[in-house]
């Protein structure tokens, strides 16, 4: 019996494969799951690994790749490690254990998965990372993303245009945020977001009264928020408006990566007595959380980059299809994502900026989103 990595191997190693892919029972599933009625599981046995419940795009990625994978007779086990590493690794050592062909993981913190991850892979067990990269390890397989610099690029172009900073505008006082320091993803969407409005910050255009700012690209840590939470960004943004922002000055933009630090921004705002409308700031975000959602809605977020999850879902769910088919996985990049040890095969997926406008248009016709999740029914 050839596992799915070995057979994924000899087809790269030497093109041997047709005539294995050739052994498969006519009409099985793409899924490998062995026939109908979903019986599944001998040869297509799959482990997600997901970092918490706590985030609604975490909840609807687990549940929607679980459920294309069941619909192919895979067996299925989706774990959720509420942001704990050490819970990480111990549901994916279970699912090692519990005979997982393919693992698909969102790490929590990337670089303290390798050793489990090893383990996985000298029993020949295919790794995928999702969304995140699995990093400092050989033990990784393949990435699918969406295009992470991107994202942060949506972000800083979408700042430079509202306040007219290529044309000269400002000054106009500007609050930085990244994303959790031990996510390697929120390097990417710094330094996409950096790229374009250092020069600013450089100019005298974009004044930061806080003084949090990163010094250089590599930097951005030192502003992160660990765990991507809500209430450590309230507690940061009530540090600096409390402490910077006496004398009647005001906060004009924040740069916010995601909508989960975006909407605890918001909340200190509010507490501070701005009001949507009148002195309220240009707040980026990403996710298109529903409360971000309602946010964006009510003027007080300005716009989200989206990232339609259920694509990169599918995505995942084609490259297990090819993996369980005995054939090399579809990758677009091979160059960006160097995962300190090797350049791991990628797909990346685009994002796309939304705004007020885009609401109904894009997340609610799509099916994203349902209009009584936003409050529009
Ligand atoms: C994801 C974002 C998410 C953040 C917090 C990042 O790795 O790419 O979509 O907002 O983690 O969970």
């Not at 019986?39 to 690994?49: F, L, P, Q, R, T």
Request: aromatic fraction near 8%.
């Amino acid at each position: 019996m050839f596992t799915v990595k070995k057979l994924a191997t000899m087809f790269v190693a030497g093109g041997v494969l047709a005539s294995l892919a050739a052994c498969a029972p006519p009409g099985a599933p793409a899924g490998g799951g062995g026939g109908e009625g979903g019986e599944g599981g001998a040869d297509c046995n799959v482990g997600i690994s997901m970092p918490t419940r706590s985030l609604e795009r975490w909840i609807n990625d687990g549940e929607n790749l679980q459920q294309l994978l069941e619909e192919d007779g895979c067996t299925v086990d989706l774990q959720y490690a509420d942001n704990r590493t050490e819970q990480q690794i111990t549901q994916i050592q279970n699912q090692v254990a519990g005979g997982a062909q393919i693992l698909v993981v969102a790490a929590i913190d990337a670089a303290t998965l390798g050793p489990v991850l090893e383990d996985a892979a000298s029993q020949d067990i295919t790794i995928i990372a999702y969304d995140r990269l699995l990093t400092g390890t050989e033990a990784v397989d393949y990435y699918a993303t969406f295009d992470n610099y991107q994202v942060g690029q949506l972000q800083g172009q979408f700042i430079e245009e509202e306040l007219g900073l290529a044309d000269g505008e400002g000054p106009y006082n500007f609050e930085p945020f990244a994303g959790s320091p031990d996510d390697n993803n929120a390097g990417f969407f710094f330094q996409g977001a950096w790229d374009v409005l250092q020069p600013y910050v450089e100019s005298g255009q974009l004044v930061i009264p806080s003084g949090k700012l990163s010094a250089t690209n590599d930097d951005w840590k030192s502003i992160g928020i660990l765990g991507w939470g809500s209430q450590d960004a309230q507690d940061e943004m009530d540090n600096r408006l409390q402490s910077f922002y006496t004398g009647g000055q005001k906060v004009e933009v924040v740069l916010s990566p995601n909508d989960s630090l975006a909407l605890g921004i918001e909340a200190s705002l509010k507490s501070a007595g701005y009001q949507p409308g009148v002195d309220w700031p240009l707040i980026t975000g990403q996710d298109a959380d529903k409360a971000n959602v309602q946010a964006i809605l009510n003027d007080e977020q300005a716009m989200t980059v989206w990232k339609d999850t259920r694509e990169l879902g599918k995505r995942v769910h084609e490259m297990i299809k090819s993996l369980t088919a005995g054939e090399e996985p579809e990758v677009n990049d091979t160059e960006t994502y160097d995962n300190g040890v090797k350049v791991v095969p990628s797909y990346l997926l685009d994002p796309q900026v939304v705004v007020k406008e885009d609401v109904e248009p894009v997340l609610i016709e799509s099916g994203f989103l349902d209009p009584a999740d936003v409050g529009l029914s």
